[in-house]
């Protein structure tokens, strides 16, 4: 790249040194031997480790956090997929509004989101601070579903299941041998997506937050709020090395290419 | 003959637009028979409607005597062959064939051995553990082709399926495909907007124009015999001018002759004084333009494809007799009304 386009290569390789650096900064704070959070670090120690995760606090919200955003990714995939679906290949009146109407939470501050949800369920209906924030998590993750995986569909010929049908397969059968297996990419990355996103989640989980249910992000910018020592650096490194696993995993098995290119066609 | 398949006053409309415009169809059991006309005429969505991918708006399809007007295309046991081939890119060639054989639950050993079998028919005995993707376009329509015959179907529905090959496989997939038939015996129904494929391919060709048919027959009955100028234009017969009874006289490029002015014409025949226009040179032969008047004083514009050695040089601005003997004179009815849709 860099020898065929060198402006084009410097760009992308500062790019990367401004997201990357304050990351590692982050990195080897977490392993100071001292009791604050300070760059360079004094020695090298995994005592904030230990405390991280022997701090309750954190991981009961880790706990929280992993619940909520599996159980929203799970429903943002049931209702995104057939909605998709119906968007590309049903025969229905107004498919822009409804492709639309999905798409909106991407617009939609979630502040007014979160506010609104506060108003309505938990203040007007009186539902649980989980409910309402599972609620608002697999409304934020429907543009996903429906767009990456609308993508990955939009590439499919549709010729394809009438094939499958004239050979014999009912609709039903030709969905879930054909057409499915075809989507898988993109269901996966709109699901990694999708769990990517209600696990980084601040505003939505900041608003509807609770005593008894709070998601990490919120229980750690509460915790840097009061105290400043390394063990939120810490927590921090353990969630990248998490991410990193899963990063990993997803280029083995299905390929980041396969993965994200769906999404820019 | 017993028919394979049977249209009865069949429509398709979509909106105010009508594809196809009460048809009348008998597909003989056993022939290859084609849908020939240009895009836009009603062909494919004729195709269709007998695959069962799209119910007519009226009308009636029997299939080996059964109403199917309704019947799903799961139902129907039809081969059809999709001009995008239509491969499921994430099986492999042998089961691809396969498929339809594993949804009739045939047992392992005995689908394995039918889908060797159809893949030596179409010749890709080699390829059965490749992925489609990796297949070049001919061989790719090959594996479609033995896809929808490995579930031996009633008929076999073929939509344009040589026009994505390039010209020299596509004459030798017309062959293949003859051969392939007869082999089989099945009931072929192939849809194209190629008057040379249909001419060599069919048992019997059906023109449609404007979702109605204008001509069904033999190719030797059709192609000497067009019933109206769309079919001989269609055909190849460019010139058409209006006899002094009115009627419309085809004539085909070589068939018809310059001659100079004054010399022996047959009797019956054309004769009319016209003046070259242009002259075309091609090796064997020439195409010659004339312009001349016909019989109901119109201006027509002629061209005639004469053997460059058979002819002393004729050149822009001479002034010659173009003639043409009565047999290749073909009279049809004067213009078709363009139809309302």
Redesign the interface.
């Known amino acids: 790249m860099r020898t065929s386009r060198p402006v084009a290569g410097s760009l992308a390789v500062l790019g990367y040194i401004i997201m990357i650096v304050p990351i590692l900064f982050v990195v080897a704070t977490s392993f100071t031997g001292g009791r604050t959070l300070r760059f360079p670090p004094e020695g090298f120690s995994l005592q904030w480790f230990e405390a991280a995760l022997t701090y309750d606090p954190f991981i009961s919200a880790l706990v929280s956090s992993l619940q909520l955003a599996l159980i929203a990714t799970v429903l943002a995939l049931a209702i995104g997929i057939p909605a998709t679906l119906a968007i590309h290949r049903g025969a229905i009146p107004g498919k822009g509004v409804i492709e639309g109407l999905f798409l909106s939470p991407l617009i939609v501050p979630e502040l007014v989101v979160g506010l609104a949800l506060y108003q309505q369920l938990m203040i007007g209906f009186g539902l649980a601070n989980f409910e309402t924030l599972l609620l608002g998590h697999t409304v934020l993750m429907l543009p996903y579903a429906v767009r990456v995986t609308g993508a990955s569909l939009a590439l499919a010929?549709p010729?394809?299941e009438?094939?499958?049908?004239?050979?014999?397969?009912?609709p039903l059968?030709a969905f879930f041998?054909?057409t499915l297996?075809?989507l898988r990419p993109g269901i996966f990355s709109a699901g990694l997506l999708s769990f990517l996103t209600s696990f980084n989640n601040v505003p939505l989980s900041l608003l509807l937050q609770s005593r008894d249910f709070r998601t990490l992000p919120v229980t750690m910018l509460d915790y840097v709020q009061q105290s400043y020592d390394p063990m939120v650096a810490a927590m921090a490194t353990l969630i990248l090395a998490g991410t990193v696993v899963i990063a990993v995993i997803a280029e083995r098995t299905v390929g980041f290419a396969k993965i994200f290119g769906g999404i820019n066609r | 003959m017993n028919a394979a398949a049977e249209f009865a006053g069949v429509s398709q409309v979509f909106g105010d637009f009508t594809a196809v415009d009460s048809i009348d169809l008998r597909i003989a059991q056993g022939k290859l028979t084609t849908l020939l006309g240009p895009s836009g005429c009603g062909k494919t969505t004729t195709l269709r409607m007998l695959a069962g991918y799209a119910a007519p708006t009226s009308g009636r399809i029997d299939i080996d005597g059964v109403d199917s007007t309704r019947t799903p295309p799961e139902k129907r046991n039809l081969g059809m062959v999709f001009q995008s081939y239509a491969l499921f890119p994430h099986l492999t060639v042998a089961e691809n064939v396969g498929y339809g054989l594993k949804l009739r639950r045939v047992p392992a050993a005995e689908r394995q051995q039918r889908v060797q079998e159809t893949l030596e028919l179409v010749g890709l005995g080699h390829l059965a553990a490749s992925k489609p993707k990796k297949l070049s376009g001919g061989q790719q329509q090959r594996v479609a082709l033995a896809r929808a015959i490995a579930i031996r179907p009633k008929l076999l529905l073929l939509d344009e399926p040589l026009s994505n090959l390039d010209a020299r496989l596509r004459v030798h997939m017309r062959a293949e495909l003859r051969r392939i038939q007869s082999e089989t015996g099945l009931t072929v129904v192939l849809v194209t907007h190629d008057q040379d494929e249909a001419l060599e391919m069919s048992d019997d060709m059906v023109l449609m124009r404007a979702g109605r048919i204008m001509q069904q027959g033999a190719p030797q009955d059709v192609f000497p015999n067009p019933a109206n100028r769309f079919v001989a234009d269609f055909l190849g017969y460019e010139n058409f001018l209006t006899a002094a009874d009115g009627s419309v006289l085809a004539v085909r490029p070589e068939h018809l002759d310059v001659l100079p002015v004054g010399g022996p014409t047959a009797a019956g025949g054309l004769a009319l004084d016209a003046t070259v226009t242009d002259v075309a040179y091609r090796g064997v032969d020439m195409l010659v333009t004339v312009r001349t008047v016909d019989a109901s004083g119109a201006d027509v514009r002629l061209i005639s494809d004469v053997r460059s050695d058979g002819l002393s040089t004729v050149s822009i601005g001479d002034v010659v007799t173009v003639t043409a003997p009565p047999s290749r004179l073909v009279a049809m009815a004067a213009e078709v009304p363009e139809p309302v849709r």
């Open positions: 010929d010729a394809l009438e094939a499958a049908r004239g050979l014999g397969a009912s059968r041998t054909i297996p075809l």
